[in-house]
């Protein structure tokens, strides 16, 4: 199959892919504007529940379940941030909830019961490289000179 194609892109120079062009179209600024699009539209529809303000620590724990590597990720929350995600679940069980840090969604947990605790626990996140990155940046948070 390649060294059929191959073939063809040799006979015809004007079939080859300028690659230097579709890296830069993909990089775009219309193109990125474009891909941010729908994001944008749905953050700007949402209600802030919990800042970084009513944020008192994060943990995590590691662990496998058949044969994968999950995360669960705990946000210690301050009074008025327990007190306001209490209020926003209220009534709204089976609805999501999105944790945003640095402009990156991180999950989107459903919310199963009324969230009354100052301990939020966010249980089988897949990937920690975002996990990672949320406790850092709420640990710089809460520490800044660190």
Not at 52 to 67: A, F, L, M, N, P
Not at 123 to 145: C, F, G, S, W
Request: glycine share 6%.
């Amino acid at each position: 199959l390649y060294q059929t194609e191959g073939a063809l892109v040799l006979k015809d120079p004007g079939r080859r892919e300028n690659v230097r062009a579709s890296l830069k179209a993909l990089i775009a600024e219309d193109t990125l504007r474009e891909y941010a699009s729908p994001v944008e539209k749905l953050l700007s529809g949402m209600t802030v529940v919990v800042n970084e303000d009513q944020i008192e620590g994060v943990s995590y724990r590691k662990y496998t379940e058949e044969g994968r590597q999950f995360f669960d990720l705990t946000v210690k929350l301050a009074s008025e941030g327990s007190d306001r995600l209490w209020k926003y679940s209220k009534g709204r069980v089976g609805s999501q909830l999105m944790l945003v840090v640095d402009g990156v969604a991180i999950a989107a947990p459903r919310i199963s019961h009324e969230l009354s605790q100052s301990d939020l626990t966010i249980t089988q996140l897949p990937e920690q490289v975002l996990v990672d990155m949320t406790v850092d940046a709420i640990k710089a948070r809460r520490n800044p000179l660190r």
